[in-house]
């Protein structure tokens, strides 16, 4: 049996990828509810590698590529690429995306209408890129944790875990000395009257946001990036930013129900990337950061080829719980 | 350099904001040789919880000065400065009250105030202000020993805005240390500012957004140390026409 901390995003991509090897997998999580104290639960659930890119290391890219396909298999994904607009004034920064970044093509205000109905004639200039996707986060997770039950794993619910396990997943509550919070703020909007069908990132020097179409009407809007561990509920001036960049895509929403506001701490190491490191024979996921969904498919199958490894060589080392 | 009766290996000040990761801000102020790095205290400062990012920031070993970015009165400027005072242990504080919040221009009435207020409660201000002469001379009397005037708007890239204001600055503070804040975006900038006889530069954006921090950082320290030393060798006059570096007497008259 391989025992496993945490059933956030990375515990559970863990216990599915092992699971699905014939590993017997057994979760642990502190909430009483899937996903109540995970981080994916504020997330954007985009799968943007290229976009990313912007301000990530390459790696991002090579390790997020496999992504969309490990997602399809486990909950739906919205393979509609990701629009990059910026405010008139602030155009130079589309220039500054577009040399960072690969996988796009230019659009012109034209074709940004073409795209995006709802903001016909609100910019003049962007970038598409075609192969990105979104998830839901919320459903991602719920289906993940379905799929690993149907592989025969156990979750346990409002279980701490027991003092030594083979996998910790954490997230922030690990605690390894490198890993530092970064907080983000979000909200989740219920504006019908304005059909978005892609991820929109709008760039701006300060404030750059994203806005993930669920469906329905509601969409998530996100992120900021502080450096603080503070957990408490989203600042006035995070969500002046947020809601008054979501006015900027396009005023319409400016009567949108305001559903939800949250904030989540990213577990983030000092490079940005996240890690597997072997401490006192427990492995630790750890430092997804701001990149979970896109990263936890080729970090999760990491683990599991670790895990796997150990416990076809030492089956004794594993312990029983 | 001295300011505040301490002396400064560099005249590269670092900004830590907007970096890709701690990692690579880590990189690059090791390539920048920077005697300073400022940091945010407004939004990472709540209840202290950025400590994991300011620990980081201390493994470098370099001389850490607070800022009160974010701050748009003097009043919440002064509490931000107690807070960073608590936090990092020094009285050095880099001052800003911001008048505008989408040019980020100082307010510099704040800025006056808050810096009597911290400078007799035993502060060493920096302050962010313009290239306005009255208001230098009010912060001195306020107390401060070193002044941080504006090349351009924050984060705007666009070099030195009115080099006249900055050499006039220059002139009617000659024993002031002065340092150039803001607006900073491309190595021949900060030369530049240095050209004028300023003492040091204060940049970020510059470094942090650029493709390459690192490299970035060390094209920065190059170009500081260049204009500086170009400055104190006393470049020649700029004239409008050619002079032949080499004499014209001697050559065959062809005509």
Redo the contacts between chains.
């Keep these: 049996m391989i025992t496993i901390a945490g059933a956030g995003l990375a515990g559970l991509a863990c216990a599915y990828a092992l699971a699905r090897r014939g590993g017997a997998v057994r979760v642990f999580e502190r909430a009483d509810t899937l996903g109540a104290a995970s981080a994916s639960r504020y997330a954007g659930g985009m799968l943007a590698p290229w976009c990313e890119r912007e301000s990530a290391e390459d790696t991002v890219v090579s390790l997020g590529s496999r992504a969309f396909d490990w997602w399809a298999r486990i909950t739906p994904v919205h393979r509609r690429g990701t629009l990059v607009v910026a405010p008139r004034r602030d155009r130079t920064e589309v220039a500054r995306f577009a040399r960072r970044t690969s996988a796009y093509r230019e659009v012109s205000g034209a074709e940004i209408g073409a795209l995006e109905p709802a903001l016909t004639g609100r910019f003049d200039r962007g970038l598409f890129f075609p192969e990105e996707a979104h998830l839901d986060p919320r459903q991602a997770l719920a289906d993940l944790a379905t799929s690993v039950t149907q592989h025969g794993g156990e979750i346990h619910l409002a279980t701490p875990a027991p003092p030594r396990v083979d996998l910790d997943c954490t997230g922030i509550a690990a605690a390894l000395p490198d890993l530092r919070a970064v907080r983000g703020e979000m909200a989740i909007l219920h504006c019908p009257e304005v059909e978005i069908s892609r991820t929109l990132r709008l760039l701006h020097p300060r404030t750059p946001i994203y806005l993930v179409p669920r469906g329905g009407g509601t969409y998530t809007l996100g992120a900021t990036m502080i450096e603080s561990d503070h957990a408490g509920p989203p600042t006035l001036r995070a969500l002046m930013e947020l809601l008054g960049a979501a006015y900027a895509l396009s005023p319409a929403f400016a009567e949108a129900e305001v559903v939800e506001t949250g904030a989540g701490l990213r577990p983030a190491f000092a490079n940005n990337l996240p890690r597997l490191d072997w401490r006192d024979g427990t492995l630790f996921l750890n430092g997804l950061y701001r990149h979970g969904f896109l990263l936890a498919p080729a970090m999760a199958e990491a683990a599991a080829d670790q895990l796997m490894e150990m416990r076809d060589e030492n089956p004794r080392e594993f312990r029983t719980a | 350099m001295e300011i505040y009766g301490e002396t400064l290996s560099s005249r590269l000040f670092l900004g830590t904001a907007q970096y890709?990761?701690?990692?690579?801000l880590?990189e690059a102020i090791a390539a920048s040789g920077a005697a300073l790095v400022t940091v945010s205290m407004r939004?990472?400062g709540?209840?202290g919880?950025?400590?994991?990012?300011w620990?980081?920031l201390r493994d470098t070993g370099v001389r850490i000065l607070p800022n009160t970015a974010g701050c748009h009165s003097a009043r919440e400027a002064v509490t931000t400065a107690h807070m960073a005072r608590e936090v990092f242990g020094t009285p050095w504080i880099k001052l800003e009250v911001i008048g505008h919040a989408d040019t980020l221009q100082p307010d510099v009435f704040g800025l006056v105030e808050a810096a009597k207020i911290l400078s007799d409660d035993g502060f060493k201000v920096f302050p962010y202000t313009t290239d306005d002469l009255v208001v230098g001379e009010r912060l001195q009397a306020a107390g401060c020993e070193v002044l941080m005037p504006w090349g351009a708007p924050i984060?705007s890239g666009r070099g030195l805005a009115n080099p006249e204001g900055l050499r006039a600055m220059r002139a009617h503070f000659p024993e002031l240390p002065l340092v150039v804040d803001a607006g900073i975006g491309r190595p021949s900038d900060a030369a530049a500012a240095m050209e004028l006889g300023l003492d040091a530069v204060l940049l970020n954006?510059a470094v942090a957004?650029a493709?390459d921090p690192v490299g970035m950082a060390r094209a920065m320290a190059l170009a500081v140390e260049a204009g500086h030393l170009g400055h104190r060798a006393d470049p020649m006059e700029r004239r409008d026409m050619a002079v032949p570096s080499t004499p014209v007497l001697g050559l065959a008259e062809l005509t």
Excluded: W
């Excluded at chain 2, 890709?20 to 690579?24: D, E, L, N, T, V």
């Design positions: 890709p990761s701690p990692a690579i880590q939004r990472e709540i209840h919880s950025g400590a994991g990012f620990n980081l984060g954006t957004k493709g």
